[in-house]
C-alpha cells in the first residue's frame, strides 16, 4: 500500500478537528488531555482509551470534556492512515475504542465516502455506555453509526455539517439498506445479519486463524503485522514438513501424513512474533 492510498481524505477546519468552539477550547483546557501529550503513538492511545474510557458522551459535566473526546482528540492530532482507522473499527477489545473510531470519520472524512465506512456496521450488535452513571444509557454500534449518519447533534454538541445534497444521499441509502433487509426472505437476513454483526472481512479473518494453533499468535495484530505472522507461519510448517520428508526418504519410506508437529511450530513462531510485533510498531 503505497503513502498517498493510506491517507484518509478529510475536510474541514484542520485545526479544530470541525468541533465546536466549546468542545474545542475546553478539550485543550483540560488537565486530562495535557496528560496526553506524552503519549506519541497510535498504540498508546489505543491503551489508553481501553484502559480509561467507560462512556462515549462528550462531557463529565457541564462544559467539562469526557476522557473519550479527549482521546478522540488526540488521535486527529496523529492524522491517523486509513489502515490505523481500519484497526480502531474493527477492534476486537474494546467498544469504545470502535466508537471512537466512528466518531473520528464522522468528524474529518469527507462525508461523501461515510457510506462507505459505514454502511458494513449499520446492524453491528456490539453495545457500549453512551453515558456514565448509575443509569448509564445503552447504545449499540449498529444505532450509532446510523446516528452519525441522520442526526446533526450527538449528546448535545454538534456535529460538522453534511452538505444538503450529500445527506439526502446517505438517508436514501440508508432508506434502500432498511428496505432490502424488510424484503429480503427470513433465512436470507438471518445470515446477512449474522454476517454483518461479524463487523467486517477482516474479522472474519481473524477468527479464521483460531482454527490453526500456529495461526492464532495472530489475533490481536493489524492487518500488515498478521499477513506477516502468517507467512511466516507457512515458512515454518514449509520447513518442518521438508525435514520430515527428507527424514523418511532417507530411510526408505513415504512421509507419514499429518506429522507436522504444531507445538513446534508454536515454539519457533513465538520468536518470529516478538519481531513482527516489535517492527510492527515502526510500520505504524
Known sequence: MSKSSNKLETW???STMNMNAILYQNILASPYFKSLYDKKTFHEI???IYNEVSYLAPFIKGTTPSTAFCCLFKM???RLTIKQIENLIDHADSPYIRAIGFLYLRYVCAPAQLWDWFSYYLDDEEEFDMTGGARAEKCTIGKLVRMLI???KFQGTMLPRIPVPIARDLNKKLEEYDRQARDAPRDEASDDGDRR???S???DRRRDYRDDPARGIANDTDMMTTTIIIAAADAVRARHAATIATA???HGRDPPLGTVDDTRVWK???HVEYIVRTVGFLIL
Do not use: C, I, M
Request: no cysteine; hydrophobic share 25%.
Open 150 to 152: 441522520t442526526d446533526q
Open 201 to 203: 472481512p477482516s474479522s
Open 268 to 270: 519457533d513462531l513465538q
Open 46 to 48: 489505543v491503551d489508553e
Open 12 to 14: 474541514g477546519n484542520e
Open 248 to 250: 523418511a526418504t532417507v
Open 197 to 199: 454483526r461479524g463487523r
Open 76 to 78: 486527529w492530532t496523529l
